[in-house]
């Protein structure tokens, strides 16, 4: 079993910069791809970026530019930074973990990202 800790969630004026964490423990040695999804209000969730144990990263089409994600293996940490944040980046935030053999996707509980205007 893999439990995810997400933080760094809150209340940001649209054009500033957020920071999430997410720390996974527990078996954690078999995860190979972490990132993140987000799901706004009435909406489907949908990705916003992913980083592989090697660093190969990917990002959602809403975010790209906007978005670094980065991770620290050692620690089983993943990061998001947000910058120019817009409105509709508010959302639930969740952290995710893929594992292989056997594999399992694992999910945090989610933190809130409110963007004002």
């Known amino acids: 079993q893999v439990q995810l800790v997400e933080s760094g969630g809150g209340v940001v004026q649209a054009g500033g910069s957020l920071r999430l964490s997410c720390a996974a423990s527990g078996s954690t040695n078999r995860i190979n791809v972490m990132g993140w999804y987000r799901q706004a209000p009435g909406k489907q969730r949908e990705a916003v970026a992913v980083i592989s144990n090697t660093g190969t990263t990917i990002y959602g089409d809403s975010v790209k530019g906007r978005a670094t994600i980065s991770r620290d293996n050692a620690k089983n940490t993943v990061f998001l930074q947000l910058d120019s944040l817009k409105p509709e980046d508010t959302a639930v935030y969740y952290c995710?973990?893929?594992?292989?053999?056997?594999?399992?996707?694992?999910w945090g509980e989610g933190t809130l990202v409110t963007v004002t205007s």
């Open positions: 995710t973990a893929v594992q292989t053999l056997p594999r399992w996707n694992y």
